[in-house]
């Protein structure tokens, strides 16, 4: 089984994105493989329908998503807010159930590397203690540069397997401000951690065909080898 954590510097990096572009691709392109989709946590509104209106998952919304909360604000912050526990050790279940049933799984993880999950352990710490490679969405962006260094510190740090960024537009950039905000040599200079490509703006992120076709464009054989 191969499962690939898909991480960002921050809340609104393109995980969503990138998620639904290496879906897409598998689906259209490896059928042969069942593939399987997991938030383990969401605050506020998620991503659990659009996953399910894309892909043919045969995936209930508690088999993506197991742990939710209403407040659009860290898990620790939420469950107080609702009286309740982040109980992982249910996530950790729903996720190994998943991950038995299915050749390939992708992990879409909230926020960044350092967003916390509980009072003592973040992102970065679930992905070491999952043994989960990790693949970091960074936005095309001024400052998309220390934020790739002080997120790939952090996973050194942590003890994560970081196999690549892969850099977003998340808003139309013109093709000098790539270059001027995301320098690849510099951020693979600074960090000596691979960039796995670039995905564009897109103005439609449904469409499964273009999705596709972004993943295609990325070192995919290095993503889905992971």
């Not at 946590?41 to 329908?49: F, H, L, S, Y």
């Not at 995936?59 to 526990?85: D, K, M, W």
């Not at 220390?146 to 050194?156: C, F």
Request: charged share 20%; net charge negative.
């Amino acid at each position: 089984m191969n499962a690939l954590l898909i991480a960002g510097t921050d809340t609104e990096t393109g995980k969503t994105v990138l998620t639904s572009a290496l879906a897409a691709y598998c689906q259209i392109y490896r059928p042969h493989e069942s593939l399987g989709i997991f938030k383990p946590i969401q605050t506020g509104t998620g991503d659990c329908e659009l996953y399910q209106k894309l892909f043919d998952l045969k995936q209930t919304s508690e088999e993506i998503t197991p742990l939710r909360f209403q407040a659009p604000v860290a898990p620790p912050i939420a469950a107080e807010q609702e009286g309740r526990l982040v109980d992982l050790g249910s996530v950790w279940q729903a996720f190994n159930a998943l991950r038995q049933q299915r050749m390939r799984v992708l992990v879409e993880a909230l926020g960044g590397l350092g967003s916390p999950i509980t009072h003592e352990l973040t992102v970065a710490d679930l992905a070491r203690d999952w043994r989960l490679p990790v693949v970091l969405v960074v936005p095309v962006k001024l400052g998309a540069i220390a934020q790739a260094v002080a997120n790939v510190a952090l996973a050194r740090q942590s003890g994560v397997h970081l196999i690549g960024i892969v850099l977003n537009c998340v808003n139309s950039c013109s093709d000098q401000e790539i270059k001027d905000w995301t320098p690849v040599a510099l951020i693979e200079s600074l960090t000596n951690i691979p960039i796995l490509g670039s995905i564009p703006h897109l103005a439609d992120p449904a469409d499964r065909s273009k999705l596709a076709q972004v993943a295609s464009n990325l070192d995919i054989e290095r993503l889905l080898l992971s």
